[in-house]
C-alpha cells in the first residue's frame, strides 16, 4: 500500500512529517504522553529504523528550525479571485 509519502516522492516532491516528542521517542525516551500509534508511518516497513524512508520523519523542533529558515512564497489569487475586501470575503 502506497502512502502519501510515497506519492510525494515519487513525484520528486520534497515532504516530511513532523511530529511533538519524536525525537525523544526515538531515543528511547518518549514524554508519557507520546502516542505510537497517532504516527501514520509507523506501520510501514518503509519507514521503519534504519530504511530510507525514516529520514522523511522528523522532529517538531526540526520544523521550528526549518521555518525560521525558509522563506514563504506569497501566493497570488488567481484570475476570476475575488479581490479581498470584496463582499464575498
Known amino acids: 500500500m502506497a502512502t502519501i509519502g510515497d506519492e510525494l516522492s515519487d513525484k520528486g516532491i520534497s515532504w516530511a512529517w513532523y511530529a511533538g516528542g519524536w525525537k525523544d521517542a526515538v531515543e528511547?525516551?518518549?514524554d508519557k504522553t507520546f502516542q505510537y500509534h497517532h504516527?501514520?508511518?509507523?506501520?510501514f516497513r518503509k519507514y521503519a529504523p534504519g530504511q530510507p524512508g525514516r529520514e522523511?520523519?522528523?522532529d517538531e523542533e526540526d520544523?521550528?528550525?526549518q521555518s525560521r529558515q525558509?522563506?514563504?512564497l506569497r501566493?497570488?489569487?488567481s484570475?476570476?479571485?475575488p479581490a479581498r475586501g470584496s463582499p464575498s470575503d
Open 39 to 43: 504516527q501514520p508511518f509507523a506501520y
Open 75 to 77: 501566493s497570488e489569487p
Open 56 to 58: 522523511h520523519l522528523k
Open 70 to 72: 525558509t522563506t514563504c
Open 79 to 81: 484570475a476570476g479571485a
Open 28 to 30: 528511547n525516551h518518549p
Open 63 to 65: 520544523f521550528e528550525k
